[in-house]
């Protein structure tokens, strides 16, 4: 897998390719993957994917927040072979994407402490999410963990047989998300929290922003 650090913010935006390393460039077409939480720079990422020869099948949000989705708009583009990313989110976070989700994230921006001009320079139209997931959701080879209390609709994303989490902004080494933005809920995160750390300690967890840890580490 892939990590791109994007944005003021520092977003962890993650490529997770869908297929065996044996399978990239088989009769030199692009292969599938995943783009977790594209935030910002989406020319950049594009450019990364044609690098690697993948294409996003998906983009999967880990939770709406603006630093998490800003990429999304140029991602979602139809791809040259007629191919265009299934885009997926929580159902509770669905109002980050679409027409109606500008007012929402200078709301959300605002509470926490930053000027909507940030907003306005990068700001392109969201699109619809094209699924919305719940808890127990597989899409590609993730498990859908629904992790409230940074969002309404934070999840994790977790491939059992890789043994990874991506953890959005729910944990991350050493800390856990903030809970002040609308929709934050305090109580909610730790109760998320106690269910990441029931979970298996070798599993290997990959968060929105910063290093990598382990439920083990962080337990």
Not at 17 to 29: Q, S, T
Not at 124 to 136: F, I, K, S
Not at 140 to 166: E, M, N, Q, Y
Request: glycine share 12%.
């Amino acid at each position: 897998m892939h990590r791109i650090v994007v944005g003021a913010i520092a977003t962890n935006c993650w490529i997770y390719p869908l297929d065996g390393p044996g399978d990239l460039w088989l009769d030199g077409k692009p292969a599938p993957c995943a783009v977790i939480d594209p935030g910002d720079e989406g020319e950049r990422i594009a450019a990364f994917l044609d690098q690697l020869n993948l294409f996003p099948a998906y983009i999967i949000l880990t939770h709406g927040h603006f630093d998490h989705v800003a990429a999304v708009p140029t991602l979602a583009r139809v791809g040259p072979s007629g191919d265009r990313p299934e885009i997926a989110v929580h159902s509770a976070d669905a109002e980050y994407l679409g027409p109606a989700s500008y007012s929402i994230h200078c709301r959300t921006f605002s509470a926490a402490g930053g000027n909507s001009a940030y907003i306005d320079a990068l700001w392109q139209d969201m699109p619809q999410p094209d699924r919305t997931l719940a808890e127990g959701d597989v899409i590609g080879p993730f498990t859908v963990l629904h992790l409230p209390g940074h969002t309404p609709g934070s999840i994790g994303l977790w491939d059992k047989k890789a043994r990874v989490l991506f953890s959005g902004d729910t944990l991350f080494r050493d800390g856990y998300g903030r809970t002040d933005l609308p929709g934050g809920n305090g109580a909610l995160l730790f109760s998320s929290l106690k269910r990441l750390a029931a979970m298996d300690g070798g599993i290997k967890v990959h968060p929105g922003h910063g290093p990598d840890t382990s439920i083990g580490e962080e337990n």
